[in-house]
């Protein structure tokens, strides 16, 4: 029995290397072995306390290509490697192998038993770190809104409950790069008062967010608790949103002999606030613009650009609307006596000789109404538009071009014209087969 066995026995080894050679030679064909890179896997830190003294912090020393991740390198059979993801790795710096240098090397744990270590590369492999002193510094914590309420309201004010500050410790090289402290809070489509978490956002003094260095620092409120996820409770105030609101503006001053105030215009007419109701309902209306504008010895329009800021200012509880302008344009009209300026619709011109409105476009500036000034040869004017006859004549307007057309102005009898009236119009040809324009007049 044994000698069957063992005859022939050069035969059955090789037949036995051949057919592993032969099924080595499948798997490599079918199955080959390869290289995958997994970026940006974070380092864990291990035993961090025994190289930490009650003074000393770590910091980790970011590298200069790859920061504070590691890039993994697995050369194995296809098959493994596409089933891996960068979560089936741990790269771990454990702190009591770190050398005088400062340098500790990496250690890397894969979850899946089908990877063999001995593949495995570490780019870098090895963590630089650094003890430095503990430090704590306290920060005002300013809240940042995002998103907006419901139409009608904006966030009136905002309060960070239990104090409006946090202390921040950790390495006193990160506190110096520190510039702020922000909680951002998600308020939209709130449409009442609301209790909302705010995340705790640190911005350095080149105005970008603390990002790797936030695991590396402790939040604490003004009382010395530690905050969970670094987080703190807001209270939003809503305020009401009230549009077109009249703005009074009051003069100063006489004009010069001779002359009086006929208007007060303002651009824009109204603006849009926002507060409580309680402010809102204080305003009456309107809102009065602090300081008077002077318009001693004017002998013509005085026009002065006012910030609002300093009005609303005086107000408790009310404010501009969200991104609003706090500049308006105030124009106190100054006449001679005896003089009235009056706004006539273009409407109402008598539009003589006007080319062709098949083959020429015709518009003009001012397109809706112009401002004629007269003046009375006895007492005070007291002209209505329906007094005032005007007409145009376009004749000169029959070739492209830009034109200043005289208004011709017929007034009752008792009153003269201050100053010429022109309209420019640009007149442009109209190609064959456009649509017929649509002209101003």
Not at 39 to 65: C, F, G, H, M, Y
Not at 318 to 345: H, M, N
Request: charged share 25%; with cysteine; net charge negative.
């Amino acid at each position: 029995m044994k000698y069957k066995f063992t005859r022939n026995m050069g035969l059955k080894l090789l037949s036995l290397f051949v057919a592993f050679g032969i099924w080595l030679l499948v798997v490599n064909v079918n199955d080959p072995m390869s290289v995958r890179l997994f970026r940006d896997v974070k380092i864990q830190q291990e035993n961090v306390e025994s190289v930490t003294a009650l003074d000393k912090v770590l910091d980790v020393v970011e590298d200069d290509v790859y920061g504070d991740t590691v890039i993994i390198k697995v050369k194995e059979r296809k098959s493994v490697l596409k089933s891996l993801t960068a979560s089936d790795f741990e790269v771990v710096a454990d702190m009591e192998t770190m050398n005088e240098m400062g340098s500790v090397p990496l250690r890397v744990e894969c979850r899946n038993p089908a990877v063999t270590l001995d593949e495995i590369e570490v780019i870098p492999s090895v963590q630089k770190v650094k003890l430095e002193p503990k430090k704590q510094s306290e920060f005002i914590v300013n809240v940042v809104t995002n998103g907006k309420p419901e139409n009608g309201y904006e966030v009136g004010t905002t309060e960070v409950v239990g104090g409006k500050t946090v202390q921040v410790a950790g390495a006193e090289s990160i506190l110096k790069k520190i510039d702020k402290v922000v909680a951002e809070v998600n308020t939209a489509r709130i449409k009442s008062d609301q209790r909302l978490t705010g995340n705790i956002v640190i911005y350095d003094k080149n105005g970008d967010k603390l990002t790797s260095q936030m695991d590396r620092l402790q939040i604490k409120d003004s009382a010395g608790v530690l905050l969970s996820n670094n987080q703190v409770t807001v209270d939003v105030t809503l305020w009401q949103v009230m549009n077109d609101i009249p703005v009074k503006v009051e003069t100063a001053g006489e004009p010069a002999e001779g002359y009086r105030i006929t208007g007060i215009t303002t651009i824009p007419v109204t603006i849009n606030l926002v507060g409580t109701n309680e402010a809102l309902a204080r305003l009456g209306g309107e809102i009065a613009i602090a300081d008077p504008v002077s318009v001693e010895g004017a002998t013509e329009n005085v026009t002065q650009e006012i910030d609002l800021s300093e009005t609303l200012s005086s107000l408790e509880g009310v404010r501009l609307v969200a991104d609003a302008d706090p500049t308006i344009s105030v124009t106190v009209q100054i006449e001679k006596t005896g003089d009235q300026t009056i706004r006539v619709p273009l409407s109402t011109f008598e539009v003589l000789n006007r080319p062709d409105s098949a083959k020429m476009s015709l518009t003009v500036s001012p397109a809706d109404e112009v401002q004629i000034s007269v003046h009375a040869k006895a007492g005070e004017p007291n002209l209505k538009v329906s007094d005032i006859k005007a007409s145009v004549d376009f004749s000169e307007c029959a070739k492209e071009g830009v034109y200043e057309v005289p208004v011709n102005v017929q007034l009752p009898e008792g009153y003269t014209l201050v100053s010429e009236v022109k309209l420019v119009v640009t007149a442009t040809a109209i190609k064959d087969g456009n649509d017929e324009d649509s002209t101003e007049e």
